[in-house]
């Protein structure tokens, strides 16, 4: 009961993301988006995987959750502790398949709690979880209570810059399409759009969403181009933080097809994220005041 008040309170405050802990089964978020969907809340879930029960049924978690929490410290006593190395592999995988956020958690860099700088073997740590495919590294007591919470991000920062500039593996993942899918369609043209970016060398991809599928799904893919949303939805411009590679903007003209394309030019040559001559991969629905899942890939030259 003290849960669903906590729950409540989140709600009632518009949180963006609410994490449940000790998730063992699909039912566990089953019941938790009942009570935010009865709220009138679009609040996404973040599935704490902390038990054994949690890892044998983690497929049926990931497809029901909205994103996944790999918590190493309580799943560390849950479960033996060498076996969280490959859980956390494990789980970042399917994560990734499914176009489902990622985050790796606890003692990441726990040394910088009252120490100015990180051990090499945190460091290490931090930067294989980038190389596992997380979308995002979380800091617990180091920031919350630490000594030196400014520092520790800088660290954290330095290290995931450093690996992504020289791990070209990390981009264009090409995860098949599932054809069974109620949403083939659109996910072929976002994987196509995805492609298309590779090919064309393109700085940019965007894409126009008012829940958020398009930004997941491009995500999913990795690509090298930078991946801009614009949404009608303010409260999704936070939620995308979470996402990988997403950056949104928040827009609301959406009269044309033609019309938006030349908007969503307009603003990112003027911020100077598209430069004369760049190649940019537009996703679209058309007609696009039906606001549907994309069903249109265009490439353009700013």
């Given amino acids: 009961e003290k849960d669903i008040e906590d729950l409540k309170f989140g709600l009632e405050h518009d949180v963006d993301w609410v994490a449940l802990s000790f998730a063992r089964r699909a039912e566990d978020i089953r019941f938790i988006k009942n009570i935010i969907a009865e709220s009138g809340k679009t609040t996404r879930v973040v599935a704490k995987i902390e038990t054994p029960d949690g890892l044998r049924n983690i497929d049926e978690i990931i497809a029901l959750t909205d994103a996944v929490m790999v918590a ?3 799943l560390g006593v849950e479960v033996k502790m060498e076996e969280v190395p490959m859980a956390q592999k494990m789980i970042i995988e399917k994560c990734n398949k499914a176009g489902k956020p990622v ?4 003692q990441m ?7 100015p700088r990180p051990t090499r073997a945190e460091t290490s740590d931090v930067a294989n979880a980038v190389i596992d495919g997380a979308d995002a590294v979380m800091l617990s007591a180091e ?5 030196y919470p400014a520092e520790v991000i800088r660290s954290m920062v330095a290290t995931i810059k450093s690996v992504e500039s020289r791990s070209p593996k990390l981009f264009n993942k090409w995860w098949p399409v599932d054809p069974s899918s109620t949403s083939f369609m659109a996910d072929s043209v976002l994987s196509a759009a995805c492609h298309l970016a590779k090919n064309t060398g393109a700085k940019v991809i965007t894409g126009m969403t008012h829940r958020g599928y398009t930004a997941f799904q ?15 939805d303010r409260a999704l411009l936070t939620v995308l933080s979470l996402v990988w590679g997403v950056r949104s903007f ?12 030349a908007d969503i030019r307009y ?12 190649v940019f991969i537009n996703t679209a629905t058309l ?5 549907g899942r994309a069903n249109m890939v265009k490439v353009s030259v700013a």
């Fill in 287 to 291: 007609p696009i005041t039906d606001k």
């Fill in 143 to 147: 920031t919350a209570v630490g000594a």
């Fill in 250 to 261: 928040y827009y609301d003209r959406f009269n044309s097809t033609d019309s938006t394309i």
């Fill in 109 to 115: 860099m726990e040394s910088m709690i009252t120490a």
């Fill in 218 to 232: 491009i995500s999913k893919y990795r690509p090298k181009a930078d991946i801009f949303i614009f949404t009608d």
């Fill in 267 to 278: 603003v990112l040559t003027t911020t100077g994220h598209l430069q004369k001559g760049d």
């Fill in 72 to 74: 190493r410290g309580d």
């Fill in 103 to 106: 985050i790796v958690a606890t």
